[in-house]
């Protein structure tokens, strides 16, 4: 059964200046299959980001956009 993280936007941001690939250094960390959970507000932020931020930060917040792709969302509230 696979592990559920649940990431904010600062740990999916850090993936975009660090290049890694989560899904395998998640699996390597917990030693198992995790499923990555994005609750909504986060995903919210990053699409803010990604059309607001600096330059740079559009880049990055892009950059996890593209990749979460096949990743659930889930409401907060």
């Known amino acids: 059964m696979p592990v559920d993280v649940i990431a904010d936007s600062s740990f999916l941001l850090a993936q975009a200046e660090a290049g890694l690939d989560v899904d395998r250094e998640l699996t390597r960390v917990f030693g198992r299959k995790v499923r990555l959970v994005i ?3 986060v995903l ?3 699409q803010r980001i990604a059309a ?3 330059p740079k930060a559009r880049r ?5 956009l593209e ?3 096949g990743y659930g969302t889930v409401n907060s509230s």
């Open 60 to 64: 990055k917040a892009r950059f996890v």
């Open 44 to 46: 919210d932020e990053v």
């Open 67 to 69: 990749r979460l792709t």
């Open 39 to 41: 609750p909504q507000p």
């Open 52 to 54: 607001q931020g600096s």
